[in-house]
Nanobody, 127 residues
């Protein structure tokens, strides 16, 4: 069992930066691929980014490519999402998720592939 807790959300002006974190319980964090998804009001949950268990492979949605960076620190059981050049359309609840399966495209971009989810953290970008 893995429990995930997100933190670091808040309100930021357009063009600003924010880093959100997700800390996992348990001793097997390093065996999970980790993903970030987001859900805006009235919209479906969408893929943002994912990172393999070792951190050696990363993937991004087109909408955040070049602005967001995913990273992980297995010693701290934590995955990060550094968000730069934020836009109002980035406003959403951001969820982290853990996947015990193999790192395969496009599975890590699909919410149903993930085994565990955090409760989410709100990110609001004002114009």
């Amino acid at each position: 069992q893995v429990q995930l807790v997100e933190s670091g959300g808040g309100v930021v002006q357009a063009g600003g930066s924010l880093r959100i974190s997700c800390t996992a319980s348990g001793r097997t964090f390093s065996s999970y691929a980790m993903g970030w998804f987001r859900q805006a009001p009235g919209k479906e949950r969408e893929f943002v980014s994912a990172i393999s268990w070792s951190g050696g492979s990363r993937n991004y949605a087109d909408s955040v490519q070049g602005r967001f960076t995913i990273s992980r620190d297995n010693a701290k059981n934590t995955v990060y999402l550094q968000m730069n050049s934020l836009k109002p359309e980035d406003t959403a609840v951001y969820y982290c998720a853990a996947d015990s399966g193999s790192w395969k495209y496009p599975l890590y971009r699909i919410a149903g592939s993930y085994d565990y989810w955090g409760q989410g953290t709100q990110v609001t970008v004002s114009s």
